[in-house]
């Protein structure tokens, strides 16, 4: 079992940057690959990036590639999403998301534990 907690979210400016952090309980956070996704309202979720369990590799949806960078503190259970010249549709409610089987998966139901979300508002 893994509690999430995302925070980090707000309102910035297009073109500007965010950094969303996802703090995990419980002692075995390096054997969970974890993934943020991203919903919008009236969309469905959507994955924004994933890594593996030691951070050694990231992959990325083609939206956020070169803008988005994801990495991990296994010593903090921490990860976090960095996010570079933001754009008014990245605006959505941002959660992370962790799963204890191998390889970074796209799709929301292959992950076993859900954060709260937090809500990213970029401003044209």
């Known amino acids: 079992q893994v509690q999430l907690v995302e925070s980090g979210g707000g309102l910035v400016q297009a073109g500007g940057s965010l950094r969303l952090s996802c703090a995990a309980s419980?002692?075995?956070?390096?054997?969970?690959?974890m993934g943020w996704f991203r919903q919008a309202p009236g969309k469905e979720r959507e994955f924004v990036g994933g890594?593996?369990?030691?951070?050694?590799?990231?992959y990325y949806t083609d939206s956020v590639k070169g803008r988005f960078t994801i990495s991990r503190d296994n010593a903090k259970n921490t990860v976090y999403l960095q996010m570079n010249s933001l754009k008014p549709e990245d605006t959505a409610v941002y959660y992370c998301?962790?799963?204890?089987?191998?390889?970074?998966?796209?799709?929301?139901?292959?992950?076993?534990?859900w954060g709260q979300g937090t809500q990213v508002t970029v401003s044209s």
């Open positions: 998301a962790a799963k204890s089987s191998p390889g970074i998966r796209v799709v929301p139901g292959n992950y076993d534990y």
């Open positions: 419980g002692r075995t956070f390096s054997s969970y690959v």
């Open positions: 890594i593996n369990y030691s951070g050694s590799s990231t």
